[in-house]
T-cell receptor
Framework: GAVVSQHPSRVICKSGTSVKIECRSL??????MFWYRQFPKKSLMLMAT?????????EQGVEKDKFLINHASLTLSTLTVTSAHPEDSSFYIC????????????FGEGSRLTVL | AQSVTQPDIHITVSEGASLELRCNYS??????LFWYVQSPGQGLQLLLK??????LVQGIKGFEAEFKRSQSSFNLRKPSVHWSDAAEYFC????????????FGTGTLLAVQP
């Protein structure tokens, strides 16, 4: 199956700093990528949908200026958590679908962010 | 708007016993339906999916699920559970359309006892 890779898998940062998480589709071109956030012992909450070459579409309640999403190429999307605070600590997961409409999404391994 | 309900937050079964995890969805048309499994601190692995056709779908690791339109359900089953099946299971509904975004249920945590 298609492979989606996230980096870093774990990151610890100080409050007030910004952190970038990368999501790459390794063996297919991902026209659309999705970013999810998962709180401890909770389900996945869709944060935003990003399409290559255009602005991301954010779900209601997600701060656009806090969570910057860039999808500059067909294989890379990035999520930048700006001015991170402890409440931003979470597990962030990206997913991608390829250009052929199959309905299936492929998920990255997730990135654990801890803000001190 | 579509939604997914997994009524069971936590289930414990004995190894070798059968398993059924419930999933109900709300969607205006026939959705895409998925079951994913997540081990602690890991990403999601697709177990199986339903797009169309045969309503009984087979997945990996011996799992199967049945789409029942009349009940708006997509329950996951396995005839004999193994200790390695202990994990969190998520049911998800996908939009039929350009976005393909998935909406996840709250998950069911499966514990397997010897």
């Amino acid at each position: 199956g298609a492979v989606v890779s996230q980096h870093p898998s774990r990151v610890i940062c100080k409050s007030g700093t910004s952190v970038k998480i990368e999501c790459r589709s390794l063996d297919f071109q991902a026209t659309t990528m999705f970013w999810y956030r998962q709180f401890p012992k909770k389900s996945l909450m869709l944060m935003a949908t990003s399409n290559e070459g255009s602005k991301a579409t954010y779900e209601q309640g997600v701060e656009k200026d806090k969570f910057l999403i860039n999808h500059a190429s067909l294989t890379l999307s990035t999520l930048t958590v700006t001015s991170a605070h402890p409440e931003d600590s979470s597990f962030y997961i990206c997913s991608a679908r390829d250009s052929v409409f199959t309905g299936e999404l492929f998920f990255g391994e997730g990135s654990r962010l801890t803000v001190l | 708007a579509q939604s997914v309900t997994q009524p069971d937050i936590h289930i414990t079964v004995s190894e070798g016993a059968s398993l059924e995890l419930r999933c109900n969805y709300s969607y205006g048309a026939t959705p895409y339906l998925f079951w994913y499994v997540q081990s602690p601190g890991q990403g999601l692995q697709l177990l199986l999916k339903y797009f169309s056709g045969d309503t009984l779908v087979q997945g990996i690791k011996g799992f199967e699920a049945e789409f029942k339109r009349s009940q708006s359900s997509f329950n996951l089953r396995k005839p004999s559970v193994h200790w390695s099946d202990a994990a969190e299971y998520f049911c998800a509904v996908g939009e039929r359309g350009a976005t393909n975004k998935l909406i996840f249920g709250t998950g069911t945590l499966l514990a397997v006892q010897p």
